[in-house]
């Protein structure tokens, strides 16, 4: 009879990551975010952390690394799910140091930018660009998109198991009346 190990701690964050349906994006990041928090703090388990440290590590991440505000948020919630989900321990509040929000607007393309660039494409990059810029489905959405998802009569996308393993169907009903998938060759 062999022995059974307990499970490594990045191990029972996939876990618990992947028992929530959570993509395997958001896998990927949380477990990056567990293994910095806890080489940052000298390879000391977080079981053994609370707050403060997690405050000590986002006021790092907004001080030292200059990080945006959308990558300390990821940061902290990753912070918390493993003291939640993996550990099962309350931190309580943690008020770090917070990083600014950026005061200006993104740069976004243009309609005739965005057709001019999905001119530049071809075969199948351009057509997942059109679907992408078309339907509104995610990168992930696109890539996992088979022929029995696409409903030719009524001009819908059924996304299966999309962002928090949801469902959701797209198509000009969904987008409004002037969308539409753009022809340009």
């Known amino acids: 009879m062999t022995e059974q190990h307990p499970k490594k701690l990045l191990e029972q964050v996939r876990d618990a990551i992947r028992l929530k349906h959570y993509s395997i994006r958001t896998e990927e990041a949380y477990v990056n975010w567990v293994k910095r928090y806890i080489f940052f703090h ?85 057509l997942m660009a059109k679907l992408i810029y078309g339907s509104g489905v995610r990168l992930m959405e696109c890539l996992r998109l088979r022929v029995k998802d696409l409903e030719f009569e009524r001009r819908a996308i059924i996304v299966r198991d999309g962002k928090g ?21």
Do not use: W
Request: glycine share 6%; with cysteine.
């Open 42 to 126: 000298g390879l000391r388990h977080p079981a053994e952390m609370g707050a403060a440290e997690v405050e000590a590590f986002l006021t790092h991440l907004a001080v030292q690394e200059n990080v945006a505000a959308s990558t300390q948020n990821q940061a902290l919630s990753a912070l918390l799910f493993l003291y939640r989900e993996v550990l099962h321990q309350d931190l309580g509040p943690v008020d770090a140091l917070r990083a600014k929000r950026p005061k200006r607007l993104p740069t976004v393309l243009t309609k005739e930018e965005t057709l001019c660039l999905i001119g530049c494409l071809s075969g199948t990059h351009q």
């Open 165 to 185: 393993a949801q469902e959701r169907v797209v198509g000009p009903h969904t987008l409004g009346p002037n969308s539409t998938i753009p022809h340009h060759t």
